[in-house]
Nanobody
Framework: QVQLVESGGGLVQPGGSLRLSCAAS?????MGWYRQAPGKQRELVAA???????NYADSVKGRFIISRDNAKNSMYLQMNSLKPEDTAVYYC??????????WGQGTQVTVSS
């Protein structure tokens, strides 16, 4: 199975920016960024297909930008205009991943003043 390592999280003030990175041990055609806030289900917030098509959840549209470097099996999430409600653990994985699939450790993003 493909191993996934997320990084780049941290503590940021509202309105700030962070750039998350995902390193995969192999190629994944359709990849996405997920997040899980305390007490909530994991949700897909951004996805990018192999052909470059991008999709975003309404809650992050216009603020987050997903990108990938296929040569490096890497994916990124540029997060701008961060809000407290963006606080969560962020994960990368294939699109339509389920809880029974392999997940990395994730990276914590905390938006607070």
């Amino acid at each position: 199975q493909v191993q996934l390592v997320e990084s780049g999280g941290g503590l940021v003030q509202p309105g700030g920016s962070l750039r998350l990175s995902c390193a995969a041990s192999g190629y994944i055609f359709n990849m996405g960024w997920y997040r899980q806030a305390p007490g909530k289900q994991r949700e897909l917030v951004a996805a990018m297909a192999a052909d470059g098509t991008r999709n975003y959840a309404d809650s992050v549209k216009g603020r987050f930008i997903i990108s990938r470097d296929n040569a490096k099996n890497s994916m990124y999430l540029q997060m701008n205009s961060l809000k407290p409600e963006d606080t969560a653990v962020y994960y990368c994985n294939k699109v339509r991943a389920t809880e029974s699939d392999y997940w990395g450790q994730g990276t914590q993003v905390t938006v607070s003043s």
